[in-house]
């Protein structure tokens, strides 16, 4: 997991924020001279094709905590000019960040016609190509939006899947309204769901099996078969 903290910007010309529609607004790390991908800011950029959750934390006040805000997405990024901490003009990065709770209803929707037709090596190439997020970009709205990621990344495990429970094995309990196996995405590596990641970290399931990873007695050690179990299936498929 990565964590984010916010609310000591200010001092600094700047501040983190949100949107009306709950985006969050977090500049990168870097006090002084222009902001870099690297460290933390790397951390945050590839945080979902390394599998890791962020969990953004706000700073209440002097001894009095932090506040849990959510998990977040990388949406994408852009290149302001800032001051840094000594008052000097410099490159600073401000990341748009999702909450996963944005997503979640849009992963359990149907299929796009195209993605259905679409062959499972085709589907698997456009999914861990959307997974990907180059540093080097500017990121302004570009034709791969958070939701076009994990869309691909959707159709993909649920393709691989071929309406068979990567869980307990299971045939899917039953059909969409458009004929398909009705099996839900589980992101291994989040609390929660909802948002793009790579194949390797996203498993079709049941929604029994679904609700087990989350609440059973046994949830842990079912993720955790569940995310080996992915590492050894998608190291055997073909790139």
């Known amino acids: 997991m990565t964590f984010l903290f916010t609310g000591s ?6 501040a983190d924020r949100f949107d009306e529609e709950g985006t969050f607004f977090y500049f990168g790390e870097g006090q002084k001279g222009h902001m870099e991908f690297v460290r933390g800011n790397l951390a945050v950029l590839n945080h979902s094709s390394h599998g890791k959750a962020l969990h953004l934390f706000h700073a209440v006040g002097r001894g009095k905590g932090q506040k849990y805000l959510g998990e977040f997405v990388y949406q994408d990024h852009k290149w ?7 008052g000097n ?3 600073a990065i401000i990341f748009r960040l999702v909450p996963v709770t944005r997503l979640e209803q849009f992963e359990l929707a149907s299929a796009d016609e195209p993605a259905k037709h679409m062959t499972l090596q085709d589907s698997r190439r456009r999914a861990i190509a959307a997974s990907k997020v180059s540093g080097l970009d500017d990121s302004k709205n570009g034709s791969r939006t958070i939701y076009e990621r994990s869309r691909a990344v959707r159709d ?11 869980l ?18 589980h992101h291994t590596t989040r609390l ?3 948002g793009p990641d790579h194949p390797q970290f996203v498993a079709a399931l049941c929604p029994a099996c679904h609700r087990e990873v989350h609440y059973g007695e046994h949830a842990q050690a079912k993720n955790l078969m569940l995310r080996e179990r992915l590492r050894v299936l998608e190291a055997s498929e073909p790139t």
Do not use: H
């Open 80 to 86: 302001v000019i800032a001051p840094d901490v000594d």
């Open 89 to 91: 003009s410099r490159r």
């Open 192 to 194: 929660s769901d909802g």
């Open 156 to 166: 993909y495990v649920l393709k691989r899947a071929a309406g068979v429970c990567e």
């Open 9 to 14: 910007g200010e001092r600094y010309g700047y």
């Open 168 to 185: 307990c094995k299971e045939p899917a309990p039953f059909r969409r309204s458009d004929g398909l196996p009705y099996l839900e995405p």
